[in-house]
């Protein structure tokens, strides 16, 4: 079973055609909004998060078509056109304008709820994958720190760093404005304890900062803070 909490809108002028749409996706578990007019349709799908949304393509107001061109302007959820139209050239242009599927009428509701899960499914899979690479970067002005390669570039040149030299300058990045004393650099990049010569931290960020400078000699990203240790200065 879906879970209820999403939400689709279905913009369609035949009452027969709602109702059926309606009753099979709310019977797979769909919280199921309408509207029979493409105006309306237009400003409920602005106004309101769906997980997504289905499309006549003939409506009174504004078409179809028209529709899913300005909801691309501001959002990328799955649209599915259910449409009566079934030349080629029909779905093509439906196709180009944004939508992500197009049946035609008449249609079986089963086919419809198994289109609507895999299109839901698939952009929640896409937007998973998009959070987790965006995570893995931290972009500071032109400075670009990839986490997951463990890449360095300040405007797209590459900086090469050693594993621990691009171990400090990632934790230093990723916590800016936050002082970490070189016993605690020691520890969670070098896993030393306390008694640990922190020396090496000191050489380690001296370099970090000697192949910033050779890129741009106004990066002053690592400040020393007297008697404290080390911040990243966003």
């Given at each position: ?17 709602t109702r ?5 996706l ?42 899913c ?8 959820i ?8 079934r ?9 180009g ?17 198994a ?5 839901i499914?698939?952009?929640?899979r ?5 959070a ?18 463990r890449?360095?570039f300040?405007e ?21 404005d936050?002082?970490f004393?070189?016993?605690e ?29 050779a ?20």
């Amino acid at each position: 079973m879906i879970d209820s909490k999403k939400r689709i809108l279905i913009v369609e002028d035949d009452e027969n055609i709602t109702r059926l749409e309606k009753d099979y996706l709310e019977a797979n578990g769909f919280n199921i909004s309408t509207a029979s007019d493409g105006l309306i349709g237009l400003e409920m799908a602005k106004a309101n998060n769906y997980n997504l949304i289905i499309l006549d393509i003939m409506l009174p107001g504004i078409d179809g078509m028209e529709i899913c061109q300005r909801i691309r302007k501001f959002s990328d959820i799955p649209i599915i056109f259910v449409s009566a139209k079934r030349d080629d050239l029909d779905k093509i242009k439906g196709l180009g304008f944004g939508a992500d599927d197009y049946i035609v009428k008449p249609f079986s509701p089963s086919e419809l709820v198994a289109r609507v899960i895999a299109h839901i499914n698939r952009y929640e899979r896409l937007t998973t994958l998009a959070a987790g690479q965006k995570s893995n970067i931290i972009e500071i002005d032109s400075l670009k720190i990839d986490k997951q390669s463990r890449r360095v570039f300040f405007e797209n040149q590459e900086i090469t760093f050693t594993n621990k030299e691009f171990d400090l300058l990632a934790m230093l990045a990723q916590s800016p404005d936050t002082v970490f004393s070189k016993n605690e650099l020691l520890n969670k990049i070098w896993k030393y304890d306390s008694n640990g010569d922190t020396s090496t931290v000191t050489v380690h960020i001296n370099r970090v900062r000697e192949k910033l400078f050779a890129v741009d000699n106004n990066m002053e990203l690592i400040n020393t803070v007297w008697g404290k240790g080390y911040r990243f200065n966003k």
